[in-house]
């Protein structure tokens, strides 16, 4: 048994993060808001932090896009949705939002700065889809759907420039899809960003996928299970799984290729509500509660959280 092996975080509300160097100078060693209110009713999933100190949510519900200073922990709807779910979504570069569509087999890209709709990809033609995830590389983005054993890739031009239809992949290899049920689910780069990986959240296994070719194979994790696996982020050699329904952030050391990973730690906090993904800015991860086992209203009420990195 490893080092860290089965240890469990309880990480305290500090009311504050720190962020580190390289982002936002000026704001350096600012006490930032450790967990912030959003919109009665907004059924939050997704989250996407850049380089600026700026989240963005998604609603899995009508699809608007919320954008919260971090600074402040204020925020607004500055991106109206399009009646249908907005999941996962990760910003780039150049300040466009690409956003995961859920049950409506489809994909976006949004003006991160106006909220304008710059693309739209219809990637799944039939009701059995659920686009969950994207993760934006040098020269693509990929989306995950959790009723299908595919990825859906959006070439990005020299410049970023976006295409006019997506390309499906299929992912052959060592993933096995379970009809009926979510599969595929999280996505993130390697660390030697040669190949992406996928949990796979009703069996607790991790792949890595050729994104050349579409071939997966299970990731040496050392027996460890990922149960409920959800969202991922990859920050140099470590990659962080949410545990959506346990309430739990798992850290693992990777090697560069993403062949074999070992549990460092695990992270709880009392705030956390069935947190579905994760984003870091300095030295902190935010994750949004997702409030899976509460019954939704128009008045239900839903937060984020910041944690310090475990």
Same mark, same amino acid.
């Given at each position: 048994?490893?080092?860290?092996?089965?240890?469990?975080?309880?990480?305290?509300?500090?009311?504050?993060?720190?962020?580190?160097?390289?982002?936002?100078?000026?704001?350096?060693?600012?006490?930032?808001?450790?967990?912030?209110?959003?919109?009665?009713?907004?059924?939050?999933?997704?989250?996407?932090?850049?380089?600026?100190?700026?989240?963005?949510?998604?609603?899995?519900?009508?699809?608007?896009?919320?954008?919260?200073?971090?600074?402040?922990?204020?925020?607004?709807?500055?991106?109206?949705?399009?009646?249908?779910?907005?999941?996962?979504?990760?910003?780039?570069?150049?300040?466009?939002?690409?956003?995961?569509?859920?049950?409506?087999?489809?994909?976006?890209?949004?003006?991160?700065?106006?909220?304008?709709?710059?693309?739209?990809?219809?990637?799944?033609?039939?009701?059995?889809?659920?686009?969950?995830?994207?993760?934006?590389?040098?020269?693509?983005?990929?989306?995950?759907?959790?009723?299908?054993?595919?990825?859906?890739?959006?070439?990005?031009?020299?410049?970023?420039?976006?295409?006019?239809?997506?390309?499906?992949?299929?992912?052959?290899? !060592?993933? #096995?899809?379970?009809? @009926?049920?979510?599969?595929? *689910? %999280?996505?993130?780069?390697?660390?030697? $960003? /040669?190949? =992406?990986?996928?949990?796979?959240?009703?069996?607790?296994?991790?792949?890595?996928?050729?994104?050349?070719?579409?071939?997966? !194979?299970? #990731?040496?994790?050392? @027996?460890?299970?990922?149960? *409920? %696996?959800?969202?991922?982020?990859?920050? $140099? /050699?470590? =990659?962080?799984?949410?545990?959506?329904?346990?309430?739990?952030?798992?850290?693992?050391?990777?090697?560069?290729?993403?062949?074999?990973?070992?549990?460092?730690?695990?992270?709880?906090?009392?705030?956390?509500?069935?947190?579905?993904?994760?984003?870091?800015?300095?030295?902190?991860?935010?994750?949004?509660?997702?409030?899976?086992?509460?019954?939704?209203?128009?008045?239900?009420?839903?937060?984020?959280?910041?944690?310090?990195?475990?």
């Amino acid at each position: 048994m490893s080092r860290g092996f089965g240890v469990v975080i309880a990480v305290g509300v500090l009311g504050l993060s720190l962020v580190g160097a390289g982002e936002a100078g000026a704001d350096r060693g600012r006490v930032f808001p450790s967990e912030f209110a959003l919109p009665n009713g907004f059924l939050p999933e997704g989250i996407a932090i850049g380089d600026e100190p700026t989240a963005y949510f998604g609603s899995r519900g009508d699809g608007s896009i919320y954008r919260v200073d971090l600074r402040t922990g204020k925020g607004r709807v500055f991106s109206e949705g399009p009646g249908t779910p907005s999941v996962g979504l990760k910003v780039d570069d150049r300040e466009r939002l690409f956003v995961a569509g859920g049950g409506a087999g489809n994909g976006r890209v949004v003006d991160a700065r106006g909220g304008a709709v710059l693309k739209s990809y219809q990637f799944s033609p039939d009701a059995e889809t659920f686009i969950n995830d994207v993760v934006v590389t040098d020269r693509a983005a990929w989306f995950t759907d959790s009723r299908k054993s595919v990825l859906y890739k959006v070439s990005l031009g020299r410049r970023g420039e976006l295409p006019d239809a997506a390309t499906t992949v299929p992912l052959t290899g !060592e993933f #096995v899809l379970t009809p @009926g049920v979510n599969n595929a *689910n %999280g996505i993130a780069e390697t660390p030697d $960003g /040669r190949a =992406l990986l996928i949990v796979q959240s009703n069996t607790g296994k991790l792949f890595r996928v050729d994104p050349a070719s579409g071939a997966t !194979e299970e #990731v040496d994790l050392g @027996g460890q299970v990922l149960t *409920n %696996g959800d969202g991922l982020l990859v920050k $140099g /050699r470590y =990659l962080y799984v949410v545990q959506n329904r346990l309430n739990t952030v798992a850290k693992f050391s990777l090697n560069r290729t993403g062949t074999r990973g070992e549990l460092v730690t695990t992270a709880t906090d009392p705030r956390f509500d069935v947190p579905t993904t994760v984003a870091s800015f300095g030295r902190s991860l935010y994750l949004p509660n997702a409030r899976f086992s509460t019954t939704p209203t128009p008045d239900t009420t839903y937060n984020a959280v910041a944690i310090p990195e475990p």
